[in-house]
């Protein structure tokens, strides 16, 4: 791990993360000697990965948080398996046709999957993400609703009780979401309980539920129990997927498209 001191911040909290995935947690003392850098670097480094969700400080140093409530921020998440992000998004959009009704749901992947809709024609699409609503508020062919709510930091997107009560006032053909974790005995799960409680009520008003999930969310359990197999239509996933993952999500319920 040598040699970082003249790499970029991101690079170097990468290699941090690494380290407290192996030791779980990490001191600046032994980092300093790792990494060849100060200590102030160090300590900057952990208030910027405790501010994204994964890292606790501790005293002269920093754990590796664990745990299902754990929510990591979405600008780390965006960077994470771009070209398998993009396939899925892909596969996705391929499914909407003229004259759909479309919800798109918070997330890195729900994110691309506006972008890869915006040369669809005659379409509705609903988004409470505001990634997505700023991708799509110049395709000039796509009729743009911005679902309210209260201003979910973590997710960059409108949850809550104002974001429901809007949602039930619409019939969608397609709804894309997102999940944190994906699994045969629990389905759907995510952290946060008003992103999950969200995400029931736009089941209910979607015909045809559509998750959209990078192999690294399989098999993995979050907090909150969104959705069973049996409610998700399909699971769209890269080909990297694990074979036993995927036979055992296929054997509870659901589709699984692998791009």
């Known amino acids: 791990m040598k040699g970082l001191a003249a790499m970029k911040a991101s690079a170097r909290r990468e290699e941090i993360l690494k380290y407290l995935q192996a030791h779980q947690t990490g001191y600046t003392a032994e980092l300093c000697r790792e990494l060849d850098v100060s200590a102030m670097t160090i300590r900057r480094d952990f208030e910027v990965m405790a501010g994204q969700g994964l890292v606790t400080l501790i005293r002269g140093g920093a754990a590796l948080n664990h745990g299902t409530s754990v929510v990591y921020s979405l600008k780390l998440r965006q960077t994470h398996l771009p070209l398998e992000k993009q396939r899925i998004a892909q596969r996705c959009a391929d499914m909407v046709c003229e004259g759909n009704s479309v919800f798109i749901d918070c997330g890195s992947t729900a ?149």
């Open 111 to 259: 994110e691309r999957i506006g972008e890869a809709l915006r040369g669809k024609k005659n379409i509705t699409v609903l988004t409470n993400s505001l990634d997505t609503a700023q991708v799509l508020s110049t395709a000039k062919s796509i009729k743009l609703i911005m679902v309210p709510g209260e201003f979910n930091e973590a997710i960059r997107g409108f949850t809550g009780l104002l974001t429901t009560d809007f949602i039930q006032r619409f019939r969608i053909d397609y709804i894309f979401l997102g999940a944190n974790g994906i699994d045969a005995s629990h389905g759907m799960t995510v952290p946060d309980y008003a992103d999950a409680e969200t995400k029931r009520v736009l089941i209910r008003q979607s015909r045809h539920v559509i998750v959209a999930a990078d192999h690294a969310k399989l098999g993995s359990s979050y907090f909150e129990i969104v959705a069973r197999l049996p409610e998700i239509e399909a699971i769209v996933t890269d080909s990297d997927a694990d074979e036993t993952i995927v036979q055992e999500l296929r054997a509870g319920g659901t589709e699984v498209i692998l791009v």
